[in-house]
């Protein structure tokens, strides 16, 4: 490669949900972009993570990265609209990766969703996710399943988790990525507004600490964000919930896990803005915040998905 000449372009990350998508972008960009649970459906909407890769002749290609929400036969509108947007960028991507949880049978939906995948592109790289998690044979039982169905451009066998095959998967998308100038400069890592990124992490912290059907029934919005004179700055955030029944439930006896969970949203937001965070949380009842099209395109979704 010449030495001036930059390459820069786009993958897209696909898969059912749970499979370790978000964790693996998290690992390749190198810092924490997207969120994580061992909940299903928890990414909503797509989340660019961006490395700069260096060659070791300096040269630089640039990876945009793009998380998306799992796939799965969606039926209530959001879960419509999430899967929706899932799809949306594959056309126009340089590179797709397919990532399968190997922990997991070949499921029914993983088959759907390769086989649109292989409808909209020739060539899909399979990743192997949660390598850390099955005996050697029996993942060479799995590499074979999977070439018995599909002619993949590449596979490769990763823990998204500990890292362990994330850096030839980084290596070869970034000598795959097409000549082109750097999309962004190289010190970003995510094209997320600081304000939905802070809902995001204290999503996650709801996600991790409730139970049921509870996360997948609420959304968060920072509704302020103040800087004070001696730098510290204060978020107010709004939690929505569909039911009054989950009001109590998410506050805990006397406040308590609302306060855990504050703490737990501040210490990250603290950590990726290097700033004192003051975080405000509150829970407020709006019935019907799932038909509210406002709601959507907030986060990039389309609500007639
Ligand atoms: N043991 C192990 N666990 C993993 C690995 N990668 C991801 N996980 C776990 O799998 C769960 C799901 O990870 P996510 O990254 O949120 O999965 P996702 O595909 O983004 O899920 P959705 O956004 O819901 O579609 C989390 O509990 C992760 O910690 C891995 O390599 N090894
Ligand atoms: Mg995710």
């Given amino acids: 490669m010449n030495k001036l000449e930059t390459k820069s372009g786009f993958v897209n990350i696909l898969g059912v949900p749970n499979s370790g998508k978000s964790t693996l972008i998290n690992k390749l960009v190198g810092k924490k972009v997207s969120i994580v649970s061992h909940k299903v459906q928890t990414t909503r909407f797509c989340v660019r993570g961006i490395c700069t890769y260096l060659f070791d002749d300096l040269s630089k290609s640039q990876i945009i990265l793009i998380d998306t929400p799992g796939i799965f036969p969606a039926k209530r509108r959001l879960d419509k609209a999430m899967v929706s947007a899932a799809w949306s960028e594959l056309k ?131 509704e302020k964000w103040d800087i004070s004179s001696n730098k510290s700055i204060n978020i107010q955030q709004t939690i929505f919930i569909n039911k009054s029944s989950y009001k109590p439930i998410i506050l805990g006896k006397a406040g308590q896990n609302i306060k855990r969970i504050g703490i737990l949203a501040r210490k990250d937001l603290e950590k990726l803005l290097d700033s004192k965070i003051h975080l405000f949380l509150f829970v407020k009842l709006k019935k019907n915040w799932m038909e509210d099209p406002s709601k959507y395109s907030s986060i990039g979704l389309n609500y007639n998905a």
Avoid: W
Avoid at 178 to 184: N, V
Avoid at 198 to 212: C, D, G, P, Q, V
């Fill in 92 to 222: 126009h991507s340089d590179k797709v990766l397919f990532i399968h949880d190997v922990s997991k049978p070949i499921e029914n939906n993983s088959l759907d969703v390769m086989k649109e995948i292989f409808k909209i592109k020739e060539k899909v790289i399979l990743v192997l996710n949660k390598i850390d998690l099955l005996p050697k044979d029996k993942l060479l039982k799995k590499i074979l399943d999977f070439k018995g169905l599909y002619a993949f451009e590449k596979v490769f066998l990763v823990s998204a988790k500990n890292g362990s095959g994330c850096g030839q998967l980084i290596k070869f998308l970034a000598m795959s990525m097409p000549t082109h100038p750097l999309l962004y400069n190289d010190n970003t890592i995510s094209d997320l507004p600081l304000s939905i990124l802070a809902s995001e992490i204290t999503r996650e912290k709801l996600f991790k600490s409730l139970n049921k059907e509870l996360p997948y029934n609420l959304m968060v919005e920072t």
